[in-house]
């Protein structure tokens, strides 16, 4: 399950408006997370969709390399602290990556402020539950 299929990726600009205007947020260095439920059919839990502002980067090798590693921690992390969080919500999750730090890091920090970030977003899905 360590895939990152095209069916998990948010492309629909339906999707990403209905994201952006009535999802929530927070920040965690160096990532902006949006997220919202809504109720649609769905294959997996969660959409995905990593961005990084082009003001702040301006050459597209920087770009890429940036959502290359955030796509790959995602990858790696998704199904244990993400996907076995979701199984039992009959929602799909949508939820925005924005990087919003201000150097490129290595890899090892993206994937440690990445796991950091998915065990946020449970507590605040789940408050009650002590995860």
């Known amino acids: 399950m360590n895939k990152f299929y095209k069916e998990e990726r948010l492309c629909s600009k339906k999707s990403l408006d209905l994201l952006f205007k ?8 160096p990532f902006r997370v949006t997220y919202s439920f809504v109720a649609e059919s769905h294959n997996y839990p969660a959409q995905v969709v990593i961005n990084v502002a082009k003001k702040r980067y301006k ?3 920087d770009r ?17 602290l993400l ?18 730090g201000k150097q490129k890091y ?3 920090f ?6 950091q970030a ?13 995860n």
């Open 110 to 115: 993206f994937e440690k402020k990445l796991a």
């Open 118 to 130: 998915l065990k946020k977003l449970q507590t605040l899905i789940n408050p009650d539950e002590n």
């Open 64 to 80: 890429n390399l940036i959502k290359r590693r955030t796509r790959e921690a995602y990858r790696l992390q998704k199904q244990t």
């Open 106 to 108: 290595e890899y090892a």
């Open 22 to 29: 009535n999802g929530s947020s927070f920040l965690l260095y």
């Open 83 to 100: 996907y076995s969080f979701l199984a039992d919500k009959p929602e799909l999750l949508l939820l925005s990556l924005q990087y919003v």
């Open 59 to 61: 050459h597209a090798v």
